[in-house]
């Protein structure tokens, strides 16, 4: 247990569906992120939220629309998508976005299909 | 930008050694993080190496040479347990981390 929480953990959806991943991190951190991990290419990032403020937008489609209400809660809205966002996604959080040895948690990711 | 080479595979058996070796291009360099991801699974911070040497955490240890952008994770006395996807990772100035695809490690008994 990471104290990094993501629901649903499976999801198939329709292109034409709209769903949402749900983060939710116990750790007291300020910064939380969305990765996405395609079979064998890295960990991309997508987002990044520092202080509820989103300070990074790592060229993502507007299909996929971040969420964060608070520190401790991160949410990914997902509409009209294609087949190729079928991936993993991974939502992480640390003490802040910047900082000295700050690691990133991981949480187990949502394991996303889109047919 | 990050560019970050890992090897794609390696395997090995119970009780013995692997380095896994990182190597990376950066426009500016500001730490290197391993992580372990089991399948199906979050990845775990494995360790984190900000100036030059060697750091050791029980059976793994990792080393980082800022000069050569080299870094390698050494896993001692391997148990099936440790069998996963080992990730690197290379943090820029700007805080951002840019990952390697993943070396997956097969421990046989």
Same mark, same amino acid.
């Given at each position: 247990e990471t104290g990094v929480t993501q629901t649903p953990r499976h999801l198939v959806m329709g292109m034409t569906n709209k769903k949402s991943l749900k983060c939710e991190q116990? *750790?007291?951190?300020n910064a939380m992120y969305w990765y996405k991990q395609s079979a064998k290419k890295p960990l991309e990032l997508m987002f990044v939220y520092n202080f509820k403020e $989103?300070? &990074?937008?790592?060229?993502?489609? #507007?299909r996929f629309s971040p969420e964060c209400p608070n520190s401790s809660h991160l949410f990914l809205h997902l509409h009209? *998508? $294609?087949? &190729?966002?079928s991936a993993l996604y991974l939502c992480a959080s640390s003490q &802040?976005? /910047? /900082? #000295?040895?700050y690691e990133q948690y991981f949480g187990p990711g949502t394991r996303l299909t889109v047919t | 930008g990050q560019n970050i080479d890992q090897p794609t595979e390696m395997t090995a058996t119970e009780g013995a050694i692997v380095q896994i070796n990182c190597t990376y291009q950066t426009s500016g360099f500001n730490g290197l993080f391993w992580y372990q991801q089991h399948a199906g699974e979050a990845p775990t911070f494995l360790s984190y190496n900000v100036l030059d040497g060697l750091e050791e955490k029980g059976r793994f240890s990792s080393f980082l040479s800022r000069s050569k952008g080299y870094s390698y994770l050494l896993l001692k006395e391997?148990?099936?347990?440790?069998?996963a996807s080992y990730l690197c990772a290379v943090r820029a100035l700007d805080y951002k981390l840019s990952f390697g695809a993943g070396t997956t490690v097969t421990v046989r008994a």
């Open positions: 116990h *750790l007291g951190h $989103q300070t &990074e937008n790592n060229s993502v489609p #507007s009209t *998508l $294609q087949p &190729e966002d &802040e976005a /910047g /900082g #000295s040895s | 391997l148990q099936m347990k440790d069998s």
